[in-house]
């Protein structure tokens, strides 16, 4: 594979990123942190994002969007990454629009897609029911009662849960794994806000005999299960790509600060010490570039062994990024932990995004399973 943008996708990349130097550099994630909007993101903005086409890149043209596929998502993520952008993106262009175009009916598709594309309904995927990241394990059950279903147990993590218009739940079913699509004023659901130390949204759910329709099943009882692993691997490449751009964006500011800070009446630069560690950093990112790309374009190429490149991905830029953040705040000195420094920010968001359907470890064990260790 080529491991070089494609020239549309190069071009989308300089979109984006005159979009979030101008309009959501540091300072908005600051503004918005320091409103404490509950939803943590400016609608206002999630609007201009929608009109410039960020919001529906992986919905199909027939339904209000582009489908340009993964690798478009992947660019606009790693420089909206770069910034802090606070945005339901991750949540609703990629989670949300993933299973309801692999799964949804054709009434569903209509229903949800464009307003998605619009800018107009965001949704969160309800996954996870652990303290850890565990994709094998389902205790919320859908039982069927006539002909709805009661959905009970609770999920917890959830992105942009708690103002989410549309939640998609998996429950396990009598025979499988099921979705449903669930509205966020259902009778018997409770949200609790819980927001992250990076001051991003995320909610714990308890259902409580939350009952569904037959509209509201998503793709086929019992049956979800492998659309719900493919849509996983989705996601942890495109969260993978937006770390990406937070370590790139860390590095240089690291980089900046050694230019500029003098210690015994040199720039702390010149320090072959302080070299070393920037230059491994630098090694590093430069790896990181090769799995995330190769992470993005091995399902657009039909690869076999996605599930591998994709774990491979997020494993390698979680540690980068963990790597980076903590080096960036050591070489910045006391100040790097104060909040008038911006290097701070990007530790805290890479400690959450690391957790995003499985940690490092998590995928350092599943690549060697999948490998045959």
């Known amino acids: 594979m080529s491991l070089v943008l494609s020239e549309t996708a190069a071009f989308l990349q300089d979109q984006t990123q005159r979009f979030a130097r101008e309009k959501t550099p540091t300072s908005h994630f600051r503004s918005v942190r320091d409103s404490e909007n509950p939803e943590c993101f400016d609608r206002e903005i999630w609007k201009q994002m929608a009109e410039q086409g960020l919001s529906g890149i992986l919905i199909p043209e027939e339904y209000g969007g582009s489908n340009f596929g993964l690798s478009g998502i992947g660019v606009v993520l790693q420089e909206l990454g770069r910034t802090l952008t606070p945005s339901p993106l991750f949540a609703t262009a990629v989670l949300g629009v993933s299973l309801i175009t692999k799964l949804g009916s054709d009434e569903q598709k209509k229903k949800y897609l464009p307003e998605i594309a619009n800018g107009n309904l965001t949704c969160c995927f309800a996954f996870e029911e652990?303290?850890?990241?565990?994709?094998?394990?389902?205790?919320?059950?859908?039982?069927?009662?006539?002909?709805?279903?009661?959905?009970?147990?609770?999920?917890?993590?959830?992105?942009?849960?708690?103002?989410?218009?549309?939640?998609?739940?998996?429950?396990?079913?009598?025979?499988?794994?099921?979705?449903?699509?669930?509205?966020?004023?259902?009778?018997?659901?409770?949200?609790?806000?819980?927001?992250?130390?990076?001051?991003?949204?995320?909610?714990?759910?308890?259902?409580?005999?939350?009952?569904i329709n037959s509209e509201n099943i998503l793709g086929e009882i019992d049956n979800a299960q492998d659309t719900i692993e493919e849509v996983l691997d989705i996601a942890r490449a495109a969260i993978s790509a937006e770390m990406l751009g937070g370590a790139l964006e860390a590095f240089e500011i690291t980089i900046n600060y050694l230019k500029e800070r003098e210690q015994f009446g040199v720039k702390i630069g010149s320090f072959q010490a302080l070299q070393h560690r920037a230059a491994n950093m630098?090694?590093?990112?430069?790896?990181?570039?090769?799995?995330?790309?190769?992470?993005?374009?091995?399902?657009?190429?039909?690869?076999?062994?996605?599930?591998?490149?994709?774990?491979?991905?997020?494993?390698?830029?979680?540690?980068?990024?963990?790597?980076?953040?903590?080096?960036g705040v050591q070489m910045h000195g006391g100040v790097g932990v104060t909040d008038e420094y911006d290097i701070g920010l990007y530790l805290k968001r890479a400690r959450v995004a690391e957790q995003i359907f499985g940690n490092s470890e998590f995928h350092r064990n599943r690549y060697a399973e999948l490998t045959g260790y």
């Open 130 to 211: 652990g303290p850890r990241h565990n994709p094998n394990v389902s205790e919320v059950t859908a039982e069927k009662n006539g002909d709805k279903f009661l959905i009970n147990g609770k999920k917890f993590f959830v992105v942009d849960g708690s103002f989410a218009d549309v939640i998609i739940i998996a429950a396990k079913s009598s025979k499988g794994s099921s979705l449903f699509l669930v509205d966020k004023n259902s009778e018997g659901l409770e949200i609790k806000e819980a927001k992250m130390v990076d001051s991003r949204n995320s909610a714990n759910m308890i259902f409580t005999n939350v009952e």
């Open 282 to 327: 630098f090694t590093e990112l430069e790896l990181c570039k090769s799995c995330v790309l190769e992470s993005l374009s091995c399902f657009e190429e039909k690869s076999n062994d996605v599930p591998r490149i994709v774990s491979l991905a997020k494993a390698k830029v979680g540690e980068t990024f963990h790597l980076i953040s903590n080096e």
